[in-house]
């Protein structure tokens, strides 16, 4: 059931041309290719340009120098010191849980982090308990990675049982993009292992295409729904994938019909490898302008980006 696909059968699958695999895929790249069946069953056969084959792609041109794009844009190795722990912005303190994810997303600003060295042990962990429970400000956590549904249902409820006992914390938030791309993940036994709690639960998936949700998607989110459950989500925008105002659009009504909010829409992190997917700033903004024209305010993403320096994320002034 969670199976993945190596790139050869991939290509094979998908009947990517000999041509075109020699010419444009890295086989050989250092942030390996790795996609599970249930979202490459998604893709079209045969079409170079389907936008959820070029989330996962493993492209030559990602080796492409390119200025200001870094291996750590929010430099978060330099501010993760703390074991696991990022906190960064008040109030809200977020956990690089789980190392792995089921599928490597090409623009990910965390494709160099060095997740083998934030593995959570007895030890880490001790250390994240005792500073949550002296900083009383904080008053949600954030699982992040990696991507926390990897972690076990057993695992995710010990974890979630030991933050349950700090007095101040009041919401558990949970990034992942498990829901979308492998909803066979989603039953009752994880429901109950992220809920048994005092918590409020908000569960902050990514999408970046409406070809993301299927059928499959839609019926597992009345998981969430049956049990609560906030869920919100965030996309990237990314050149030919999703940067235009029918795709946008298409996405938000989509998520809004499977119960889920728009909540962020990232201007792309400049990390190394990534750069063939930036949509400029210039062009984000007139794509959002257009966009509040054609869809109620509460299916409009907030337009932001992050600038490692900053207290939270920074809203892009849209220049009315
Ligand atoms: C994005 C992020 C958060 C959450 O920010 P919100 O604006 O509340 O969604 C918290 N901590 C870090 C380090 C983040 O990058
Ligand atoms: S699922 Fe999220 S953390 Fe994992 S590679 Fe994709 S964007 Fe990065």
């Given at each position: 059931m969670t199976s993945n696909y190596s790139l050869e059968e991939l290509i094979k699958k998908l009947e990517l041309s000999n041509e075109f695999v020699s010419n444009n895929i890295d086989l050989n790249s250092n942030f390996n290719f790795k996609a599970n069946k249930s979202f490459i069953s998604k893709i079209k056969k045969g079409d170079l340009k389907d936008p959820l084959l070029l989330q996962i792609l493993p492209l030559k041109k990602e080796k492409k120098k390119v200025a200001n794009y870094?291996?750590?844009?929010?430099?978060?190795?330099?501010?993760?010191?703390?074991?696991?722990?990022?906190?960064?912005?008040?109030?809200?303190?977020?956990?690089?849980?789980?190392?792995?994810?089921?599928?490597?997303?090409?623009?990910?600003?965390?494709?160099?982090?060095?997740?083998?060295?934030?593995?959570?042990?007895?030890?880490?962990w001790e250390n994240i308990f005792s500073f949550l429970s002296s900083n009383e400000e904080i008053e949600e956590v954030i699982f992040s990675g990696g991507d926390p549904l990897t972690l076990t249902n057993k695992k995710l409820k010990s974890l979630t049982k030991d933050l349950e006992t700090i007095k101040h914390l009041k919401r558990l938030r949970i990034h992942s993009r498990i829901p979308i791309i492998l909803p066979e993940r989603i039953d009752t036994n994880l429901i109950n292992s992220i809920t048994s709690t005092k918590f409020k639960t908000i569960m902050v998936v990514h999408t970046n295409h409406p070809n993301e949700i299927d059928e499959?998607?839609?019926n597992s989110n009345k998981y969430f729904k049956d049990s609560?459950?906030?869920?919100?989500?965030?996309?990237?925008?990314?050149?030919?994938?999703?940067?235009?105002?029918?795709?946008?659009?298409?996405l938000s009504e989509i998520l809004f019909e499977s119960g889920i909010l728009p909540y962020y829409l990232h201007l792309l992190d400049k990390v190394e490898g990534s750069s063939h997917f930036e949509v400029s700033e210039k062009n984000a903004k007139k794509l959002m302008r257009k966009l509040l024209e054609v869809l109620p305010g509460f299916l409009v993403p907030k337009l932001v980006k992050e600038i490692h320096s900053k207290r939270s994320k920074v809203p892009i002034d849209l220049n009315y």
């Open positions: 870094v291996k750590d844009p929010l430099n978060e190795v330099k501010n993760s010191t703390k074991n696991n722990l990022l906190y960064k912005y008040y109030g809200r303190a977020l956990i690089i849980i789980s190392p792995t994810c089921k599928i490597h997303c090409r623009y990910c600003f965390r494709r160099n982090f060095p997740y083998e060295n934030y593995i959570i042990n007895k030890k880490n499959k998607v839609y609560n459950i906030t869920l919100l989500n965030q996309s990237v925008l990314l050149k030919n994938i999703n940067d235009n105002v029918e795709t946008l659009k298409k």
